[in-house]
């Protein structure tokens, strides 16, 4: 014989209350009930806290208090939306309390729903008001190819915002060059393209990339100096005259006529980051030849800025 013995009442993660019974069925052959019980249903009782009015793109910060099912969860969907309605405007509520969901990237109303993971019913639903985000621009108009431009800004500061350059008329989420905003100011290093490009700080969303503002810069050609002796002692240390842009991957070196923009003989070349008062010292290569001492520009792609042979005995 199978006894099931309720005590008392629980709490349904479903909208649906009223008396039910809880059943024990035997499955062999013909399907039969060996015992059961009656059960009350209660609405599940659960309250979401959070600032009513947020910007764009702005980090909601959600206290709640709920039936906690495994796999329950809190999303952003539109006034009236349904579960489904989320866009990637979700956490599941086993991350704890409170939880951080990002605001779309559209003004509007909106609501923060609690949905109940075993049905994916919803057990509340509380509005929350998107507002236009505002964000700033300031750097200089034009810079060098490659060079650091240092961009000060603010804005909503949202999890995957970002500051970049992008061509003049492309897509809100097109990038040549960019970094995550912190700190008040950030450094970017520009385009190795000479040309008109547009400074840009992108809202970054689950439902889409917004551009809220935006700077024409001009990137022009560095000027570049390179000088050293015509001929040099192989693996000895030579001094060359020059400068140009450093950006951390910039370098003077040197390598083979044939060699790509990136290659180099094995150890012969320096940061354009290590030029001080216009001398760098570099490593001349350990096999004789004729070599190339070249300025190397790099964002992205690699280019020969400038070049002069020397031959190495």
Same mark, same amino acid.
């Given at each position: 014989?199978?006894? %099931?013995?309720?005590?008392?009442?629980? @709490?349904? @993660?479903?909208?649906?209350?009223?008396?039910? @019974?809880? !059943?024990?069925?035997? &499955?062999?052959? /013909?399907?039969? !009930? $060996? &015992?059961? /019980? &009656?059960?009350? !249903? $209660?609405? /599940?009782? +659960? &309250? $979401?806290?959070?600032?009513?009015? +947020?910007?764009?793109?702005?980090? +909601?910060?959600?206290?709640?208090?709920?039936?906690?099912?495994?796999?329950?969860? %809190?999303g952003i969907v539109p006034t009236g939306g349904f579960e489904s309605d989320i866009d990637g405007r979700w956490e599941r509520i086993s991350n704890g309390s409170p939880l951080a969901i990002q605001a779309p990237a559209e003004a509007g109303a909106f609501e923060v729903i609690y949905v109940a993971g075993i049905d994916q019913s919803i057990l509340a639903r509380s509005p929350l008001s998107v507002v236009e985000a505002v964000a700033r621009l300031e750097a200089a108009e034009m810079v060098e190819a490659t060079a650091m431009l240092s961009v000060g800004w603010s804005g909503p500061e949202g999890p995957d915002d970002w500051i970049g350059i992008a061509e003049p008329g492309s897509a809100a989420d097109a990038f040549v060059t960019y970094e995550r905003p912190s700190e008040g100011k950030v450094a970017l290093v520009s385009p190795l393209t000479p040309g008109p490009y547009e400074l840009r700080y992108v809202l970054s969303a689950a439902d889409g990339a917004k551009v809220l503002a935006s700077q024409p810069i001009t990137v022009v050609e560095p000027a570049i100096v390179l000088e050293a002796p015509g001929e040099v002692a192989a693996g000895t240390m030579i001094s060359v005259n020059t400068s140009g842009p450093a950006n951390g991957s910039n370098f003077v070196g040197f390598a083979e006529p044939e060699q790509d923009a990136w290659g180099t003989a094995s150890g012969s070349w320096e940061s354009a980051d290590n030029i001080k008062d216009g001398k760098v010292d570099v490593p001349a290569p350990e096999t004789a030849g004729t070599y190339e001492l070249r300025f190397v520009l790099t964002s992205g792609d690699a280019s020969v800025a400038a070049r002069q042979t020397v031959i190495v005995k």
């Open positions: 014989m199978v006894l %099931i013995e309720i005590i008392g009442e629980f @709490r349904s @993660r479903n909208f649906i209350g009223g008396e039910y @019974r809880i !059943v024990y069925v035997w &499955a062999e052959g /013909a399907e039969r !009930v $060996l &015992a059961e /019980a &009656a059960i009350k !249903v $209660l609405h /599940a009782k +659960v &309250a $979401l806290t959070f600032k009513p009015e +947020v910007s764009m793109g702005e980090l +909601v910060e959600v206290n709640w208090q709920g039936p906690g099912g495994a796999e329950d969860w %809190i």
